[in-house]
């Protein structure tokens, strides 16, 4: 008797560990529109701390907030300074983001566009 409940609660264990891996978020994603500016911004990769590099100052669907980027972070987009941009991305909201990076990824898909300032 003791045999058979200690096996209902190992299967148990097992079937409740194995379905928690399935429940596993994923990476979703959407298409955006974003405004870029058409000046740098300083950019720091922890808020506030430590050596600032050049940035991109950006508004996600027509938002009041700008928003600071790191300069690279919109795949095969090749900014150019003093140029206003209207963008169509695609952004991934990952799931599982690094240690030392953004739970956002984004991706151009096109230059609706592009304007001198």
């Not at 959407?30 to 405004?35: D, P, S």
């Amino acid at each position: 008797m003791i045999r058979i409940n200690v096996l209902l609660i190992v299967a148990s264990c097992f079937f409740l560990v194995t379905g928690c891996e399935n429940s596993e978020s994923k990476d979703w994603t959407e298409e955006v529109f974003l405004i870029v500016s058409s000046e740098f911004v300083d950019y720091y990769p922890i808020e506030g701390n430590g050596v600032a590099s050049n940035g991109l100052h950006i508004k996600e669907n027509n938002a009041n907030n700008w928003i600071k980027i790191p300069l690279n972070a919109i795949e095969d987009f090749n900014y150019e300074v003093g140029h206003e941009y209207r963008l169509k991305v695609l952004k991934t909201h990952l799931a599982n983001p690094p240690a030392d990076g953004s739970d956002i990824k984004y991706k151009l898909l096109g230059i609706i566009l592009k304007s001198e300032r």
